[in-house]
């Protein structure tokens, strides 16, 4: 069993930043995939970010890149997403997601069926 704890949402202006932190229970977390997710208000969730067992394996929705930056510390079992230049599109709940299934060489995976532990999210909201 996999417990994830989002923290450091709130309400910021377009063009301000935000640092997004989960923190993982379980003492295999250096072995998981971790990715962020978001689901704005009559929509469907997306993926945002995602990162691979390996630090530098990392990938991020077109509309964050170039802005958002998911990071992960196995030492604090902690991941982050660093969200720079935000935009009124990016208002949503944010939720972090454990793939304990993925292998070692394997890009962090997009789709959210593949992640098997979820947050209970934190709100992001982006007023212009």
């Known amino acids: 069993q996999v417990q994830l704890v989002e923290s450091g949402g709130g309400a910021v202006q377009a063009g301000d930043s935000l640092r997004l932190s989960c923190t993982a229970s379980g003492s295999q977390f250096s072995r998981y995939g971790m990715g962020w997710f978001r689901q704005a208000p009559g929509k469907e969730r997306e993926f945002v970010a995602g990162?691979?067992?390996?630090?530098?394996?990392?990938d991020y929705a077109d509309s964050v890149k170039g802005r958002f930056t998911i990071s992960r510390d196995n030492a604090k079992k902690m991941v982050y997403l660093q969200m720079d230049n935000l935009k009124p599109d990016d208002t949503a709940v944010y939720y972090c997601a454990a793939d304990t299934r993925i292998i070692l060489s394997s890009a962090p995976r997009t789709n959210s069926g593949s992640y098997d532990y979820w947050g209970q999210g934190t709100q992001v909201t982006v007023s212009s």
């Open positions: 990162i691979g067992r390996g630090l530098r394996n990392t």
